[in-house]
């Protein structure tokens, strides 16, 4: 992924206003990011750990979504585990959240949204290349797919959660 300003986030956004975008904050090592080992960018708000965003690159503009990490229910056992819906990353209880995010448009305004299961951290990049490994090791379930398939499965599954957000 090429590297994206700050300002061209913030403009991207379809499912909220001008003014929820300009409140959402972006990590404190956003400078530092690795965009070259994402595919998408993805971060939960250091100051509202409930709100959290999606950015996808698109080849004429990028577009951003946000979101609310649902809440956890209690701490729960470490022999629960979860798979995040886009990189398929088992992690142990906490390592994956529902994020929902309210439909663009009049709908959204009306409170529909719909939601997806995602790493917690936002992370499945990183996570599909081996640089970030789920808190606990649980079974790692190997799959023939090469990188650029998982990626590309990745995407694909974005993708989709985006235009059921732009759809409204």
């Not at 090592?29 to 998408?40: A, E, G, I, N, V």
């Not at 709100?51 to 004429?60: F, G, S, T, V």
């Amino acid at each position: 992924m090429e590297p994206i300003s700050e300002a061209t986030i913030r403009a991207s956004f379809i499912n909220g206003s001008k003014g929820e975008a300009a409140r959402i904050k972006l990590p404190a090592d956003f400078r530092d990011t690795p965009w070259s080992d994402l595919d998408f960018y993805g971060w939960v708000d250091p100051a509202a750990p409930q709100r959290a965003a999606l950015l996808l690159p698109r080849e004429d503009r990028p577009v951003a979504v946000l979101l609310r990490k649902a809440e956890r229910a209690g701490a729960g056992s470490a022999a629960r585990s979860s798979m995040c819906q886009v990189c398929l990353t088992d992690h142990a209880a906490g390592g994956v959240s529902l994020f929902t995010a309210p439909l663009a448009g009049a709908a959204g305004r009306n409170g529909n949204s719909v939601g997806e299961y995602l790493c917690a951290d936002l992370a499945c990049s990183l996570y599909l290349r081996g640089k970030k490994r789920p808190r606990l090791r649980l079974v790692r379930f190997e799959e023939t797919l090469t990188l650029a398939e998982k990626i590309d499965r990745a995407l694909t599954k974005l993708s989709a959660f985006t235009a059921r957000i732009a759809a409204a």
